[in-house]
């Protein structure tokens, strides 16, 4: 694997592990979108399935008679066949929203599952984004007790004035001390928690992309084959009509129609 989420989610604002947990969110919203696509996929399909039934009924009601009739029954067979084909489209993702919508139920356990075994590493974040807060604040007030020790001194103010400025700067860099010590064993919890919490999601995601991928596979393989299919139908309507020649048609139509060979014979008056 050349990602490795361990590398890439630190930074100044230590906020590496909201944007993780909040991607994972997002893998629950992937899948639920990718539900209703497939949803809206299924209805044109059942469209075009009820269009193209409808339509095979108005070529079979249409006119039986004349030497075209014949090509009516082609062009009702054909269209029958397209309604059916598109149908089992419909069938088949119907079966896939239902593993869709599956996965997308269990992502939700899974993902609460994962905010209880991730409190304590969120519990860690906060502390650690409070401490950096309050260790940032502590340098400035050690860093402006200093100065002003500092030029109490360089003034010779009175000796009064440079002990307590020297008292508050001790005080100061007391705490500052303590909050850097502080923020040490933080930083080491947060880095062992963060570092486990990194190939929690990264392990998290790669499972989700690899099932998504199963899901587009499984689409791609119904639309495949149902366009293998209906081509397959266009190309026998094809056949049938390149068959039903012109002279195919008038033989088929002076069989059933024919009134008889014989020409009416002469008259004679007697």
Same mark, same amino acid.
């Given at each position: ?81 397209? $309604? ?6 419909? #069938? %088949? /993702?119907? *079966?896939?929203? @239902? ?6 139920? =269990? ?28 260790? $940032? ?6 860093? #402006? %007790? /200093?100065? *002003?020790?500092? @030029? ?6 009175? =000796? ?111």
């Amino acid at each position: 694997m050349t990602v490795d989420f361990c590398d890439h989610f630190w930074g100044e604002r230590n906020n590496g592990f909201d944007v993780l947990y909040h991607n994972m969110k997002y893998g629950q919203i992937a899948s639920k979108e990718l539900v209703e696509f497939f949803r809206e996929r299924l209805a044109i399909e059942e469209t075009l399935s009820k269009l193209l039934g409808k339509l095979a009924k108005q070529a079979g009601g249409n006119c039986i008679n004349g030497t075209f009739a014949p090509l009516w029954q082609v062009l009702k067979a054909s269209s029958e066949r397209q $309604s059916t084909l598109h149908l089992q489209m419909v #069938q %088949r /993702f119907q *079966e896939l929203i @239902k593993d869709v919508t599956k996965y997308n139920e =269990a992502q939700h356990k899974n993902h609460k599952n994962v905010k209880e075994g991730e409190s304590g590493t969120l519990e860690i974040v906060q502390s650690i984004q409070s401490t950096a807060i309050t260790l $940032s604040k502590a340098k400035e007030v050690y860093n #402006q %007790r /200093f100065v *002003e020790f500092e @030029k109490l001194k360089r003034e010779n103010a009175s =000796a009064k004035d440079v002990e307590r400025a020297e008292q508050k700067f001790q005080k100061a860099c007391d705490d500052y001390k303590h909050l850097v010590e502080k923020y040490g064993l933080v930083r080491e919890e947060f880095e062992r928690k963060m570092l486990s919490a990194c190939r929690r999601f990264q392990d998290l995601e790669e499972a989700h992309l690899k099932q998504m991928k199963v899901f587009l596979k499984t689409y791609g393989e119904v639309l495949h084959s149902g366009h293998e299919t209906i081509v397959s139908v266009h190309s026998e309507f094809g056949h049938q009509c390149g068959d039903a020649t012109v002279d195919k048609l008038l033989e088929q139509f002076v069989t059933n129609k024919a009134t008889g060979t014989e020409k009416p014979g002469a008259k004679r008056f007697s």
